[in-house]
Structure formats: C-alpha cells, structure tokens
C-alpha cells in the first residue's frame, strides 16, 4: 500500500481516495432510494440471497437494510474512509451481521472460495481497473456461487455513446471518484468468464430527462460450477 508522509509519520494511503465525492454521495444516494427509486431496486437485486456474501465498493451501506434473513454474513469491503465510516454505522442498524473492511475490489483481502454470492452495485463504473476486479470477485466466490449486480453503463444513440466517451476521458472520472459513464458491465462480466443469468436493463430516471448515467442493468451472473 503507498505511503504518505505526516510529519515525520509515514501512514497508509486510502486504496481511493475522494472525500468530497464522499460527502456528495453520502447525500445523494439517501435521497435517490426514494426519489429514483433505487431502493426497490436494491430490493430485487438481493432478493434470495443466501450464505456467507461478499459486497464489493458497499459505499455508505445502503444495501445492507435490503439483504434477507437467509443471508448468513456480508463482509463488505469499502475502500473510501468517509463512506466506509457510513459503512460501518449502517452495520450497526442492519439486521444481517455485516463486517465492513477497507479494501479494494482489484485485491480482495479474503480467502479464495470463501463466499456463497458476491454483490457489485454502482461499482464497476469506479474500479481502477475492471478485469482484475472481476477476477479477485471470481476467486473469492466458490464455485457456482452468483454476483448480483446493479450497474450503469453505456447506452443509447451514437451521439450518446460519442457523449459517454467524451465525459470519461475528461471531466467526469475527475467530478465523481472515478466513475465511468461508458464502461460496459454486462461484456466484462462475461469476458471474465462468468456465465450471465437474467438481466435487465432499466433507464434511471425512468422518466424524465436522459443522462449518461442513466443506461442501467440489474441481474445475476455465476462462477461456473466446474472447478477452473
Ligand atoms: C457510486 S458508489 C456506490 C456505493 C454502493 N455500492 C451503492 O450501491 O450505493 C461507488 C463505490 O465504489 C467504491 N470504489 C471505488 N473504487 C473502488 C475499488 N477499486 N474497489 C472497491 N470499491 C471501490 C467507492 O469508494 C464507492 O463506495
């Protein structure tokens, strides 16, 4: 982990580091679960659920009011130190034990096989680097175990996509921790070797204006069952 100096202390640097992002989003996405209707979805995107489950990027906890009885334990990995503090006070509420541990989803700090379901909401879009994500999630889940995944993307016209690509090489990773318009949710799941179960796309909003941010997918993938 890079080091920073304090003084002359030397401490761990945060794996992601966006505080005001942070602040913002800690706002945001409380008034989205009503407002957008994202709760119903977080809803759906765990509903049954069960066992040990890993949440990859849990933010300031929102999902955790959402996991049913049947799950076990969510350990949930949040890199961010404002919305990992958020993290851990939701824990604290919720109904699921949930152990919130800082992390980042490219080296997983859990063992292999270890986990019944994995969770990305909103996630994938902020990853440094998508692949390797994808391949600590598949190592940790064992196999056959499922990802249930919420996630934003690329979308719509060529003057939209032209739009979500103009938008991430420039201003927006910089406006909003790291996230990426244009990514492609569904095609890195499968290109890491994921077998993709149902999954729907959603416009968020869904009515009214669209946005870069607005081209959604909700659904569920596996680790293949035979061992690899
Ligand atoms: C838009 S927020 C979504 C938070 C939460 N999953 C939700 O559904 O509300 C994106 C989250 O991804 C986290 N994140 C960014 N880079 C990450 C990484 N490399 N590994 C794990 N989480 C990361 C951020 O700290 C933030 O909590």
Known sequence: MPLRSVGTRKVPRDAVHHPLFARYYA?????????LGIG???DRMLA????????????????????PGTVSEVVAIEPERVLRQLAVEAAVRSEVP???????????????????AAVVSLVLCSVRDVPRALSEIRRVLRPGGVVRFFEHG???????????????RTVWPLVSGGCHVGREPVESLRAAGFELGPYRRIMIPEKGPTLPT??????????????D
Request: net charge positive; proline share 4%; aromatic share 8%.
């Open 27 to 35: 706002r945001f996405s409380v008034n989205a679960e009503t407002k």
């Open 40 to 42: 119903v979805l977080r």
């Open 48 to 67: 049954g659920l069960s066992g040990r489950v890993i949440e990859i990027g849990a933010g300031n906890g929102l999902n955790f009011a959402h996991y």
């Open 98 to 116: 949930v152990d919130v541990v800082p992390g980042a989803a490219e080296a997983l700090p859990v063992k292999s096989e270890a986990f019944d």
């Open 154 to 168: 690329r979308g719509g016209g060529r003057v939209m996509t032209f739009t979500q690509q103009a938008l991430d």
């Open 214 to 227: 607005s081209y959604c997918v909700l659904g569920t993938a596996w680790r293949p069952a035979t061992k």
